[in-house]
């Protein structure tokens, strides 16, 4: 099993620019259609965020998967619901951005903003759209809903390899806004969409970002001994190649 690549991109998926805005608590949930998860059907991604921390919840039909993002002690929990464990990884360092480097700075998109406008489930959105040479994107984004810091690192689906962020999703992240609709389509690969189905405005327990009283904690260590029955979520089965 190829767990350390997959933990790596896992983290790099995730990877905090900046604190999430502090105006919104609470739930949003989305529905996501896209090539990889075709077969799948659509998955249903619920974002939780609290002042501090962030949860991400996605249920495909292969299974569900959590992760919370503890933006206080800069750490991430990584659920395993099906084995009662859970593990935790500090947030891995950005790489270094040297101020004589122009290319390191760039997003690796063109990104226009529109002046056009719409109201989704009562939020006003702005459309943006990022470009490059592999497809578009079409975004509608808002700044009265935190901060989006990406989606699920198994955007293929429970099991499968973590996928890397799409152009959008690299654009957004960390920058104040949240996207309310997305339709991105790439060259020959299909339509990606996203579409956020309800927003709830309430207060959210502390219980709700931190590992469930009595599951055991799993280290690296422990998974490579074999001790992790079926394997780590994003890693590929035992005797697979």
Not at 75 to 82: A, C, D, E, S, V
Not at 189 to 196: A, E, H, M, P, S
Not at 197 to 210: G, I, M, N, W, Y
Request: aromatic letters at 6%; proline letters at 9%.
């Amino acid at each position: 099993m190829k767990l350390i690549p997959a933990l790596a991109a896992m983290c790099a998926l995730l990877l905090p620019r900046a604190l999430p805005a502090e105006s919104f608590e609470g739930k949003v949930s989305m529905k996501v259609t896209s090539p990889a998860a075709s077969k799948d059907g659509p998955q249903s991604i619920d974002y939780l965020m609290k002042e501090g921390y962030m949860r991400m919840e996605v249920a495909t039909a292969r299974g569900q998967a959590s992760m919370i993002m503890d933006f206080k002690n800069q750490q991430m929990l990584i659920l395993m619901p099906q084995q009662r464990m859970y593990m935790v990884q500090p947030f891995p360092q950005p790489p270094a951005n040297p101020a004589g480097n122009p290319a390191a700075k760039k997003l690796g998109a063109d990104v226009q903003v529109t002046t056009e406008k719409d109201t989704i489930l009562g939020y006003e959105c702005t459309k943006i759209v990022t470009s490059t040479a592999d497809g578009t994107a079409e975004v509608w984004v808002t700044d009265q809903l935190g901060t989006f810091m990406g989606l699920s690192p198994g955007s293929g689906g429970p099991g499968r390899r973590p996928q890397a962020a799409q152009p959008w999703e690299s654009a957004l992240k960390g920058k104040g806004y949240f996207p309310m609709r997305v339709v991105a389509t790439a060259n020959g690969k299909g339509t990606f969409r996203l579409d956020v189905t309800s927003v709830e405005k309430v207060r959210l327990p502390d219980s709700e970002f931190a590992a469930p009283e009595g599951w055991r904690k799993l280290d690296i260590g422990s998974m490579m001994g074999g001790a992790m029955p079926g394997g780590f979520p994003g890693a590929r089965p035992a005797g697979n190649n």
